[in-house]
């Protein structure tokens, strides 16, 4: 478990400070046209990661097992600002999406919390409920009356790409506490259905769609970001152009210090760096995955496991989008990419995870024998 912890730990400090780095070498081009915009974004970062950073620390340092009673207010509380950020009144409109409470300069997002927050009602039904899973009204049909309000909010923003990552976390938690999948295949299949149907008739989403099967003859159009970013990958090759040296971020890829960050780490640092990242993604995932089998009780499994299929998953989904292995979607990558809310969500899930491992680590040096006192 203490191996576990610490290579935990260690891949987090290198997401974060390799985000860092190429957040500041990305803007470089904005302090040049913008008036020392980039600099702005590092130092906003900055004070995320350290605000985040004591968020972290504050998780780990509590019992994980306090959340229990604090599952379903927390819950209620998210579905309740979700609500409120549609409201124009109260919530602000960037991209043509209403997503973020503004407070001045500071933005927060309220979907990146509630994402924890049905992790950890989910972890606590999963507990609660563990023996009557199997059935189709307990394993299915009454935790998706409580998912549905939280991912359906994050729907209508809209922000598909978040609805379907924690539509995702949350069916993979209810296999693993139980649930059927005879009976979680019939509802499954409806909802994919019932994407395709959404996604055929919104034009937006059907052009993303189309861009990326037709990158080639979309790249000056829908599919520009993509197709800038599988440039800027090719371009630095192996080893890179070295750092700073990129030429993609001079307003070739939009967006280029948030969702394609990654696509500056290949340009500048090359095919190593990109590899680097990914390996240290999937080492943070089966970190969190063993903590979650040491788990001293069903609610730490199903905690530690979902907060590591969030992390996991948004990672993948983000390195698909950049590498045009999948269609265009506004997730960050975690750790890396610029943006407070995400940054917060993130580190606090490490936190949790912490959390686990520590009790487990505790209860697992109380278990062990104490061994003979030899007298002379």
């Known amino acids: 478990m203490k191996l576990a912890v610490t290579v935990l ?31 702005h974004y590092l130092i906003m970062q900055l004070i995320w990661c350290g605000l985040g950073l004591v968020i972290c620390v504050g998780c780990a340092a509590i019992d994980y ?12 509380v998210s579905v309740i600002l979700l609500a409120l950020v549609l409201e124009k009144h109260f919530g602000v409109v960037r991209g043509r999406a209403r997503r973020w409470f503004a407070f001045g300069p500071v933005s927060l997002q309220p979907s990146e919390f509630a994402k924890i927050a049905l992790i950890m009602a989910l972890a606590w ?6 023996r009557r899973m199997p059935t189709f009204k307990r394993g299915i049909l009454i935790p998706g009356l409580f998912i549905a309000p939280a991912i359906g909010l994050i729907f ?5 790409g978040n609805a379907l ?3 995702a976390v949350g069916c993979g938690m209810l296999l693993i506490a139980g649930a059927r999948l005879r009976y979680f295949l019939p509802p499954l299949m409806i909802g994919l259905v019932a994407l395709g149907l959404f996604l055929y008739n919104n034009p937006m989403r059907s052009q993303r769609i189309y861009s990326w099967m037709h ?7 829908k599919g520009l970001q993509q197709y800038q970013a599988m440039l800027a990958l090719g371009s630095g090759g192996v080893t890179g152009l070295g750092l700073g040296n990129g030429r993609q971020k001079l307003g070739f890829v939009p967006e280029h210090h948030t969702d394609f960050i990654l696509s500056i ?22 970190c969190g995955l063993f903590i979650a089998s040491r788990a001293r009780d069903p609610f730490g499994l199903l905690l530690a496991t979902g907060l590591t299929m969030l992390i996991g998953l948004q990672a993948a989904i983000n390195i698909g989008v950049v590498t045009a292995a999948l269609p265009n979607k506004g997730l960050p990558l975690p750790f890396i990419s610029y943006g407070g809310s995400n940054l917060l969500a993130m580190l606090a899930c490490v936190g949790l995870l912490l959390s686990v491992a520590r009790f487990a680590l505790v209860e697992d040096l109380a278990d062990e024998p104490v061994g003979e006192v030899q007298t002379a």
């Open 125 to 130: 039904y999963g507990e609660h409920f563990q």
């Open 165 to 167: 990552l924690l539509a």
């Open 156 to 160: 209508l923003e809209p922000d598909v």
């Open 215 to 221: 990158l080639e003859e979309t790249k000056k159009d």
């Open 65 to 76: 097992r306090w959340l229990k009673k604090l599952a379903w207010p927390v819950l209620i």
């Open 265 to 286: 780490i290949g340009e500048e640092l090359g095919l190593i760096a990109t590899l680097l990242v990914v390996t240290t993604f999937i080492v943070l995932v089966i």
């Open 9 to 39: 730990v260690f891949c987090v400090a290198a997401l974060l400070s390799l985000g860092m780095v190429m957040l500041y070498s990305s803007s470089m081009s904005d302090e040049i046209h913008h008036h020392q915009v980039g600099a």
